[in-house]
Structures are given as structure tokens and as C-alpha cells.
């Protein structure tokens, strides 16, 4: 079973924009999954379309089996929304926003206090619930939306851009309530700027350009797919003169610091060997982009060609 | 969903409604007492004893259906059509399209809604024009049956108005342009019998007309149509309007891009 099949999807707007050019995937039961694409792509069209905020042209969608055209309502009944844009009214509670949206699921007053009250815990904002809408922070804002997508305890859950705008300590704590719900068996599909985030958190992903998939593979795949991976080299001394690497591709950059292209198969063993030869000490390493990265931004660029 | 289900999802929208006009009571439910004193002070103690009788009734007694009506269709339709727009204007009404609840629940729910606030409205305006007036309701089945359909006939026209409404103009416009020359000629201040032949026949195509009528023959037994012809229209006008504002709900206008 998968949680969510796309077959040939298309969205041409009135205004005659061609959104979605014949998009399909599928995602596994369970499964973390990223949909990832520049800005433009048609991922929050897509996103739309399969929570049937916006009407697609043509193509099937299925959510945990169910057709969405055949079970309009019954598909969405196991399905969270996390938009990308803060749809909150302000003038509420942060308890009375979530409280509401499990009455709209149609859960029972009772229910709807039990999970209100369990995923604003769990997105520690209990202790805010009392506050209106506006007197939130940013960050409790994109909290509160998790929690009012989650609320009606769904099997899948779709975020479009969720931890945007939020502060680093913030995202961290979004990514384990993300990792502790999908251990739970939940299908989470995100889309996010941050591709570290898709390679933290996602087994699998697809990339969507200019209305078409262009990808659609494990994030392990899409990693091995790199031909080159860049690793920055902060040295003790700034470089002076030539460096032989043996082969290996390098670049200066600012103060002390090179990067160096490892081709795959490579070890880094053999980039330290080489700075060993040239008695060049090396302090630290960090790689120049996340993988992913790399790993998107070569995908687009053999879509372009 | 089953009917539990839905009940829950009718109720909490439903409550939603009720306490988002009930929280901004001084907009909602003062000022209707306010404009409605006024026209009671006005025309019907200063005025009105210099008209002398209507239809067998002092003229303040003959006002007070009119102005009633007047109330509970006004204030119907401006809660459901501000406030369908507002949770579109706000994106909230995505809250609700991506749950299950099925669109003759959410059109159910607004509609509710706003004949709540219109029922409230109008027996504020009943004991208000007490202040003024002896007043005794002739049959209040009918009466009660009237309220309840002219409101929820002008709730379906809020929520076309809130559906298609693009700005918060657009749900300002149909209310002054048409919805006010229409009350105001609809009967609620004089008998059409009282008109020359060629306005009186113009004032049949009038809808507020029949329904003026019908709730004044449910307070004080009298009417100038007959109030079958009424009822029929005001339920013919329910179906057709909410038959109406479900599809174009089911086509997702005005809601789905």
C-alpha cells in the first residue's frame, strides 16, 4: 500500500501556466519523504493539489488507497496540511486553533482536547495556549500549524516549507517531533529550502523542475549519484606557492583555507596523505555544501543541459 | 464520514460562528437595537400618530414586523457573507477544505450560522419596540417559520456574496445596492395597497415583499398577499439557493484555485 500514488499529474492555470507537466510518484507507507525543487517548481502546486486546495487538470492522486476524485472525502480524512504560508487567525487561542481544527476532522469534543492537548506538549506550546494567535512568535506559529495538521492524528502528513523562519534550536525540535512521528509509523512528505534538512530526515526524494520530476530515487541513491564531492581544508599556515595533490582537483580560498574535489571512490585518507607529503598541517574539514546539495543542485544542472 | 462525525464537524463550525459574533457583540448585536429605536422614536412616536391607523393597527404597531424582518435579514446576511470572505480573505477556510467535512456541512454550518445571529437579532428588536409599543404575536408558529426561512435565505445570498467576493468591497456592494432599496421597498413602512396600480404591480417582483408580509400576517394577522403564495416563494427560494451554492461549492468557486 503506498500512502500516496500521483499518475500523471498535470495544473495549467487559467492564466495559462503550465504548473505540473506529468508528474508521478509514489510514496511507501511510513517513509520520510522529500519533494524538493528551486523555487517556481511547482511543489506547493502540487502540495495543493493533493490536499484538493487547488483542482488539477488531469492525472489520478491517492492517498492511502483512496482516489480522491472517487473518495473525496473519506482520502482526506487520514491526511495533515502544514501550508507554507501562516494560515492562523489571530484573534484566537493557540488551544482554541487546534481544539477547532480537530472538531472540523470531526472528532468529538473529548478527542479533540486529548490530541490538542498531546501535540502542543509535544510541540511545547501547552504553555502558551492561552495566547492569541499574534502574540506568538514565528517560530510558535509554524509549531502551532504542525499541531493543528496533526491534530486528527492522521497517517500522512504534507509540510510545505516547515521549519522556514525558524531559529536553528527551533528546527532542531521540529526535526525530532518529525522523526519520533514518523517512528510511529506516520508517512511524512516535506518540501524544504533546507536541503540539510532533506538529507537529515528523508529516506527518499524526488525533485521537481519547472513543472516535471527530474528526479525520483533514496536519498542514498541520489548521494551516490555524486561524481565529486568539494571537502573545505582550514591549514595551519596560509598556502604559499603551488600544491601537487596527486591529480586532485583544489582551490584557494580566503585566508588559510582550500577546498578540494574527491571524486567518488575516493578516501579522504588520500587527501590528508597528500597534505602529509607536503608537510601542510590541517586543523580542521567540514564539506563545502550538504551532499544533497550537491547532489540537487547536479541534477538541475543535467536537467538544464 | 458518519453522522457522528459530522454532527461534530457541524457543531464546531457552527459554534465557531456563534462565538466569533458573539465575541464582537458591540458591532454585532448593539447597533441593529440602536438604528431600529431610532426609527421607532422617529416615525413611529412622533411621526406615526399623525399617520393615524394602517391596516387596522397604529402605525408604530404597523412597523414593527418590517422592521423585525428587516433586522434579521439584514444582519443574516452580512454575518455569513463577512464572514465566509474573511476566512478566505485570512486563507482559514483551507482549514476546512482539507478535512473531510463534506461542503453541504460547511454550507450548513455558516448558514446556521448566521440565522442564529439573525433569530437574535430579531427578538432584540421585538422587546426593544415593547419600549415603545404594545405588541402580541397573532400566530407565532408562522412567525417563527418565516424568521427562520428568510434568514436562511438570505444566509445562502451571504454566502454566494462571501464565495465570489474578491475584495472586501465586493461584500459591501450587493447590501447597499441592492439589498436596502429592496427592504426599503418591500412594504415594511406602508401597505402597497396604498400605491397606484403601476408601482403596486412593480412591487410584486419585489421578493421582500412576501416576506414582509408573511411575518407581519404571523404577528398581527394581517397581509397584503396571500401568505401561501409566501411561504411557497420563501421555500422555493431555500431550495433554489442552496441547491445553487452547493454546486458551486462542489466545483470549488471561489474556494480552489
Not at chain 1, 72 to 89: D, K, T, Y
Not at chain 1, 149 to 172: C, F, K, Q, W, Y
Not at chain 2, 215 to 238: K, M, N, Q
Request: proline content about 3%; overall charge negative.
Amino acid at each position: 500500500m503506498f500512502a500516496l500514488e500521483i499518475e500523471d499529474l498535470t495544473k495549467v492555470y487559467p492564466s495559462g501556466i503550465q504548473a505540473l507537466k506529468g508528474i508521478s510518484l509514489r510514496v511507501p507507507e511510513g517513509d520520510f519523504f522529500a519533494l524538493l525543487g528551486p523555487n517556481g517548481a511547482g511543489k506547493s502546486t502540487c502540495i495543493g493539489v493533493i490536499s484538493s486546495l487547488i483542482i488539477k487538470t488531469s492525472g489520478c492522486i491517492s492517498i492511502s488507497g483512496l482516489d480522491i476524485d472517487a473518495e473525496p472525502h473519506l482520502s482526506r480524512a487520514g491526511l495533515g496540511v502544514v501550508a507554507q504560508e501562516f494560515n492562523l487567525n489571530m484573534f484566537e487561542t493557540a488551544y482554541d486553533v487546534v481544539f477547532r481544527q480537530g472538531g472540523y476532522h470531526g472528532l468529538s469534543r473529548r478527542q479533540s482536547r486529548i490530541n490538542t492537548e498531546r501535540y502542543l506538549r509535544a510541540l511545547q506550546l501547552w504553555d502558551r495556549r492561552d495566547l492569541k494567535v499574534r502574540e506568538l512568535s514565528g517560530g510558535m506559529k509554524r509549531r502551532l500549524m504542525v499541531a493543528k495538521a496533526m491534530v486528527n492524528d492522521g497517517s500522512v502528513l504534507i509540510l510545505d516549507e516547515p521549519t522556514a523562519g525558524v531559529d536553528v534550536e527551533t528546527r532542531h525540535a521540529t526535526w525530532d517531533f518529525l522523526r519520533e512521528l514518523n517512528g510511529e509509523g506516520k508517512t511524512i512528505i516535506l518540501t524544504t529550502h533546507y536541503l540539510e534538512e532533506a538529507e537529515q530526515l528523508c529516506r527518499d526524494v524526488a525533485i521537481i523542475n519547472n513543472g516535471e520530476l527530474i528526479a525520483n530515487t533514496s536519498v542514498s541513491d541520489l548521494l551516490h549519484q555524486l561524481e565529486v564531492e568539494t571537502f573545505i581544508f582550514d591549514l595551519a599556515a596560509p598556502l604559499e606557492g603551488e600544491l601537487r595533490l596527486g591529480g586532485l582537483e583544489w582551490r584557494r580560498r580566503e585566508g588559510s583555507e582550500v577546498e578540494v574535489d574527491l571524486p567518488q571512490g575516493e578516501t579522504l585518507n588520500r587527501v590528508f596523505a597528500e597534505f602529509s607529503r607536503c608537510g601542510i598541517e590541517v586543523i580542521s574539514m567540514r564539506t563545502r555544501a550538504s551532499r544533497l546539495e550537491e547532489a540537487f543542485v547536479s541534477s538541475l544542472g543535467e536537467y538544464q543541459q | 464520514m458518519n453522522r457522528k462525525t459530522i454532527w461534530n464537524s457541524f457543531c464546531t463550525l457552527l459554534l465557531r460562528e456563534i462565538d466569533r459574533f458573539m465575541r464582537i457583540w458591540i458591532q454585532t448585536l448593539v447597533p441593529p437595537i440602536i438604528t431600529i429605536s431610532l426609527y421607532f422614536l422617529i416615525f413611529g412616536a412622533l411621526i406615526g400618530p399623525r399617520i393615524g391607523t394602517m391596516g387596522g393597527f397604529d402605525y408604530i404597531q404597523f412597523m414593527v414586523p418590517g422592521l423585525v424582518i428587516m433586522s434579521i435579514i439584514s444582519n443574516t446576511y452580512a454575518n455569513v457573507s463577512s464572514s465566509f470572505f474573511g476566512m478566505k480573505f485570512m486563507r482559514l477556510i483551507e482549514d476546512l477544505l482539507v478535512t473531510p467535512t463534506p461542503n453541504w456541512v460547511i454550507l450548513c454550518g455558516f448558514v446556521a450560522g448566521g440565522v442564529v445571529r439573525g433569530l437574535m437579532v430579531g427578538v432584540l428588536v421585538m422587546v426593544t419596540a415593547l419600549f415603545y409599543t404594545e405588541v402580541s404575536i397573532d400566530n407565532i408558529g408562522l412567525t417563527l417559520a418565516v424568521g427562520v426561512l428568510a434568514s436562511v435565505i438570505f444566509a445562502l445570498a451571504g454566502f454566494l456574496n462571501g464565495l465570489f467576493a474578491n475584495s472586501f468591497d465586493d461584500i459591501s456592494v450587493i447590501p447597499t445596492f441592492v439589498l436596502t432599496p429592496l427592504i426599503y421597498l418591500g412594504g415594511i413602512f406602508y401597505s402597497v395597497d396604498l400605491l397606484p396600480d403601476i408601482w403596486r404591480n412593480i412591487s410584486y417582483i419585489n421578493p421582500i415583499l412576501y416576506i414582509v408580509n408573511a411575518f407581519r400576517y404571523g404577528v398581527l394577522g394581517i397581509s397584503d398577499i396571500p401568505v401561501g403564495t409566501s411561504i411557497a416563494a420563501l421555500l422555493v427560494g431555500v431550495a433554489l439557493l442552496f441547491s445553487f451554492s452547493l454546486w458551486m461549492l462542489n466545483r470549488g468557486t471561489g474556494i480552489r484555485q
